[in-house]
């Protein structure tokens, strides 16, 4: 059984790029617990919250219910369901599942697999992980689940991946002037042999490159580390007048949250310098549609 492939090759709802991120954290949320407990049982009155938790922090902005990954997951081979009555999933209702004590866990044949070879477990989440989010938030989301992320350079990809353009970030960067476009900020520090080095500063992909984002300054945004994963969290996101959109689901009441962040609403995006390519429309707009979340504060009037 080809366990990489099928694990990266979950079946998911798509149409023009929209997220669906329902399976990949399940599955992900079912690792941490087998490296905990392999045999352990999830029922799905405990799995609720938890995966109801983790589609509202990483999953598309729109209400979703995690009845669905429950349920549709057992198609995709790496995972089954039980109820009272025996085997089977009663069906992707939520009402369904509680009353019929559903309960899931790994498939018997994955487990078999992970059992004798832990090593693969942080492997299949690396793989998810690199399909359906942004390298800013893979840390968290481990943290999250309860997993220990794997180096990269220890996983096996397959031969048909694409492959990231590591020319991306010197490219963002310079076009940018190595200056944050969000807020300006633009640290360097004194490096013995390499002159100055910029610090704190990342070439942020505008639309994933997990979802088809392309290694091109057009997709890109040179940002601090604070606003890149503001912006990948949803947070921050730019308008089509290429101004920063910040979102009203931000709370922010300590004076640093008021002008790292809500202060930004409203403001132009610094950059690129002339002759380089501003954000294209196709992907802010896939940004705003896909990782925004909500809608924008009104600009706070200077003065």
């Known amino acids: 059984m080809n366990w990489p492939e099928r694990i990266a090759q979950l079946r998911q709802w798509t149409r023009g790029g929209t ?31 938890d995966l109801g938790w983790l589609l509202a922090e990483y999953g598309p902005a729109h209400k979703t219910t995690p009845a669905y990954p429950f349920h549709h997951l057992v198609t995709d081979g790496v995972w089954e369901v039980r109820t009272t009555r025996g085997a089977g999933s009663p069906g ?5 599942l509680r009353a019929s004590g559903a309960a899931g866990r790994l498939a018997p044949e994955l487990r078999a697999a992970l059992r004798s070879a832990p090593e693969l477990i942080g492997r299949r989440a690396r793989v998810l992980l690199d399909r359906h989010f942004p390298p ?35 490219l963002v960067l310079t076009a940018y002037e190595y200056q944050c476009a969000f807020c300006g900020y633009d640290g360097q520090l004194s490096s013995a042999g390499a002159g100055m080095q910029p610090v704190g500063l990342e070439a942020a992909h505008v639309r994933w490159w997990a979802f088809e984002g392309p290694d091109e300054v057009e997709n890109g945004l040179c940002l601090c580390s604070l606003h890149h994963k503001l912006f990948d969290k949803g947070v921050l996101g730019i308008g089509d007048d290429l101004r920063v959109l910040v979102s009203q689901q931000f709370v922010g009441r300590s004076r640093a949250a008021r002008e790292q962040v809500i202060a930004l609403a409203g403001r132009p995006v610094l950059g690129p310098q002339p002759g380089s390519s501003p954000v294209a429309a196709g992907h802010r707009t896939w940004h705003t549609e896909q990782v925004f979340r909500g809608a924008a504060r009104q600009a706070i009037p200077v003065g």
């Not at 992707?92 to 369904?96: A, G, Y």
């Not at 997993?147 to 020319?167: I, K, M, N």
């Open 19 to 49: 997220r669906a991120p329902h399976k990949p954290l399940l599955v992900l949320y079912a690792l941490g617990h087998f490296q905990r407990d392999a045999d352990a049982e999830l029922p799905y009155t405990a799995v609720e919250a």
């Open 136 to 170: 800013s938030l893979h840390g968290e989301l481990c943290e999250a689940v309860g997993r220990d992320l794997e180096p990269a350079d220890e996983v096996r990809l397959t031969a048909a991946r694409r492959q990231r353009d590591r020319r991306m970030r010197n």
């Open 92 to 96: 992707p209702l939520v009402r369904e």
